[in-house]
């Protein structure tokens, strides 16, 4: 049987390339996004020409109904989730910490941080031995923002993703008793669409000289981390947040 993992903002970027390397992998994946059907539907595409099943479910991360929505249609579609991709995440046009708006704050925590935590939470519920469950593996979508803060740029962001560090250490030793493995990545600058979005196309090409590998990442380069996290190869790893960001940050 094959294994079925849901993945947040499964539709671009970095969800995507780890949802496509997953179906060729073997797993029947659950593709969820916000807005961007097209997409979404490309990618189920691509995961069901590797011979898995694969559907795309819209739900705004940010919306707790919603997640419980998610999580639900999951069961009804493809089955009870063995692994969990949080990986669904935003980030605002850059601003100084004393001009970020309240409204982008709690935008900003209610999707990458209330939505990664409830995600978990629904996911556990379903995997934990202690509540019948048969395990499970959950990989959580940090950032290297986590680590170096987001100063002059993203410090909502910054602390968005220190919080699910945190989570990602306190749920790998709550649940590793109930068969749960929990692992996070902290990405560096990957080539996504995520910094267009927040308003610098080239960032990554401006800060690319700061990494030491030379280079700003690919999407791929963080879904073999994903998927390798996701397997038994990782078998003995709970708790770690890897940083994917070729040195930047060390
Ligand atoms: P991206 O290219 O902008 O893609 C974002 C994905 O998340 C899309 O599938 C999008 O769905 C989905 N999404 C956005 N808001 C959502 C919401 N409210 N509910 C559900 N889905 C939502 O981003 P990315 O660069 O791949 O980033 C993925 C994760 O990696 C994020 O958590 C991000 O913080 C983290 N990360 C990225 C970088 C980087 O340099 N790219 C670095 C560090 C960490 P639609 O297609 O429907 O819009």
Redesign the pocket.
């Known amino acids: 049987m094959a294994k079925i993992l849901l993945i947040?903002?499964?539709?671009?970027?970095?969800?995507?390339a780890a949802a496509k390397l997953a179906g060729q992998r073997g797993y029947d994946v659950a593709v969820?996004?916000?807005?961007?059907r097209e997409?979404?539907d490309a990618v189920v595409a691509d995961i069901r020409k590797a011979g898995q099943r694969a559907v795309a479910i819209q739900?705004?991360?940010?919306d707790p109904a919603a997640i419980k929505g998610l999580f639900a249609a999951v069961d009804r579609e493809l089955g009870t989730l063995d692994a969990f991709l949080n990986?669904?995440?935003?980030?605002w046009p850059h601003a100084r910490f004393v001009d970020i708006t309240l409204e982008h704050l709690q935008r900003m925590l209610a999707?990458?941080l209330t939505?990664a935590f409830i995600g978990n939470q629904e996911a556990a519920r379903r995997m934990s031995t202690r509540l019948g469950g048969k395990g499970g593996v959950i990989v959580n979508?940090?950032?290297?923002?986590a680590k170096l803060g987001g100063a002059f740029e993203c410090l909502d962001?910054g602390v968005s993703?220190g919080g699910v560090d945190t989570m990602t250490v306190g749920l790998a030793k709550e649940l590793a008793s109930e068969g749960i493995r929990v692992n996070g990545l902290?990405?560096?600058?990957?080539?996504?669409?995520?910094?267009a979005?927040a308003g610098e196309p080239g960032r990554?090409a401006r800060l690319q000289a700061s990494v030491p590998l030379g280079r700003g990442g690919t999407?791929e380069d963080?879904a073999e981390a994903v998927l390798w996290l996701l397997s038994d190869a990782a078998a003995y790893i709970t708790g770690v947040t890897i940083d994917v960001a070729g040195g930047r940050g060390i």
């Open positions: 947040t903002g499964g539709s671009r970027g970095i969800g995507a969820n996004y916000a807005g961007n997409a979404a739900a705004d991360m940010g990986n669904a995440g935003i980030l999707v990458n939505g979508m940090s950032s290297m923002a962001y993703k902290r990405p560096g600058l990957i080539l996504t669409e995520i910094h979005s990554v999407a963080v």
